[in-house]
């Protein structure tokens, strides 16, 4: 193993399970204080893309159904109380949130390990998946590849600080 690439106790908790629960509503918290944050700098929800940061986490470490649960829960909460995201664009995140949770937790469940090609390879499938999945809706590429175009340094931060968060949380 490489230094980027680190064998890991992935979990794949079930809805049966409190602790699925417990876990994703800590998720979920993350996935709205973070937004809240990043919205203080102009664009920051639209260059940083923190709404995905913690699905990913939680997808990872604890498997696609807590990750699911934050996928789904996470926007919408902050739709409904924040307004943010505006409810004409939450189809779109959803779905790359869902996409998120579901390939996180199958590539952690597979590979067994947090490599940092892994993260990469999860972020840009989501992207690659939900940008045809939004051009598709909307008609429009260029909304489809805003979040590459943009949202480049959320992209970044969603690797680099996912992987650095999981690593983290596997030795805790």
């Given at each position: 193993m490489t230094a980027t690439e680190t064998k890991a106790t992935l979990y794949s908790l079930n809805y049966s399970d409190a602790k699925t629960y417990m876990v994703?509503?800590?998720?979920?918290?993350?996935?709205?204080?973070l937004p809240q944050l990043c919205h203080m700098i102009p664009d920051g929800?639209?260059?940083f893309l923190p709404i995905y940061f913690f699905t990913l986490v939680a997808a990872y470490k604890?498997?696609?159904?807590?990750?699911?649960?934050t996928a789904i829960a996470s926007p919408l909460i902050n739709s409904a109380v924040f307004g943010m995201p505006a409810p004409a664009v939450l189809p779109i995140i959803?779905?790359?949130?869902?996409?998120?949770?579901?390939?996180?937790g199958l590539a952690a469940s597979y590979f067994?390990?947090?490599?940092?090609?892994?993260?990469?390879a999860v972020v840009l499938?989501?992207?690659?998946?939900?940008?045809?999945?939004e051009w598709a809706i909307t008609g429009s590429l260029a909304a489809a590849l805003q979040d590459f175009k943009l949202g480049f340094p959320g992209i970044l931060i969603q690797i680099f600080?996912?992987?650095?968060v999981v690593k983290y949380l596997i030795r805790k």
């Open positions: 994703a509503a800590l998720f979920i918290a993350g996935n709205i204080i929800g639209y260059i604890y498997g696609w159904k807590a990750g699911l649960l959803l779905i790359k949130s869902a996409m998120l949770a579901m390939i996180a067994k390990k947090t490599a940092l090609v892994l993260f990469a499938s989501y992207q690659i998946l939900g940008g045809l999945a600080g996912g992987w650095a």
